[in-house]
């Protein structure tokens, strides 16, 4: 059995059920957390995609370390992530969302620790970030809300993250394609051979074994749910 905590899975190994802990906070440690699935999983297969994964990761990863690396501090925009909007929550520090905005070239707007974190519109005010990025699980925004004072607000650079499978900016395999969406996003120019439909279309081909079609394409990115 897998699950998300090593308490979980002390707690069932007592119990005489096999039990690994797929926990993880960094990428280094969600490829750990991939590594140990193939090893239980046990077939060539799982093997090869494992390996075909920590390929196409360390090469974007690469490709945005490579492009970002002269950016100015004042050229990296503040992300804030809303994890919910009901009660309020934000994505901080030493979180997987956390790597990725910084792999994308931008910094972490929210100055805490941790996934889910409460936080009150004042104190987002005064971070006063220059975009923000909601989940998709996070709600609708309510028309009288104080968030829509903010100047990401006004000013456009507020996004609703892509799903898929599974919310591309949470704790998945999706991870490789939030990178990428995101370094988009945050730098156009930087990144305007970056085509992220592309790249979709492979991800998708080549780990689900499944074609997209133009129209799932754009429901991923709009974060919508399949066609009926």
């Known amino acids: 059995m897998f699950v998300p905590t090593a308490a979980k ?6 119990a005489g059920v096999t039990a690994l802990a797929a926990e993880y906070m960094t990428m280094p440690d969600m490829l750990a957390s991939l590594d140990m699935s193939a090893e239980a999983i046990g077939t060539l297969e799982a093997h090869n995609t ?36 009901s009660p309020l929550q934000v994505d901080g520090e030493k979180t997987l969302i956390d790597a990725w905005i910084q792999a994308a070239g931008g910094t972490n707007a929210a100055r805490v620790t941790g996934n889910h974190r409460p936080v009150s519109f004042e104190q987002i005010a005064v971070w006063n970030p220059d975009v923000v990025i909601v989940d998709s699980s996070a709600g609708e ?35 490789l394609l939030q990178v990428q969406w995101a370094a988009k996003m945050l730098h156009p120019t930087l990144f305007a051979d970056l085509d ?6 492979n991800f998708y081909n080549i780990f689900f074994h499944y074609h ?17």
Request: net charge positive.
């Open 9 to 14: 899975a002390q707690e069932l190994r007592r």
């Open 196 to 201: 992220i439909r592309t790249a979709m279309r």
């Open 50 to 85: 494992a390996k075909r994964y920590h390929q196409e990761m360390e090469r974007v990863l690469e490709l945005l370390k490579f492009r970002t690396a002269q950016l100015h501090e004042t050229e990296r925009p503040r992300v804030l992530h809303i994890a919910r909007f």
């Open 141 to 175: 925004l309510p028309a009288t809300s104080p968030l829509r004072t903010l100047s990401a607000f006004k000013q456009q650079k507020w996004w609703i993250n892509p799903k898929g499978v599974f919310a591309w900016d949470r704790y998945g395999c999706e991870e």
């Open 212 to 228: 997209l079609s133009e129209d799932d394409i754009s429901r991923i990115l709009a974060a919508k749910p399949p066609a009926p």
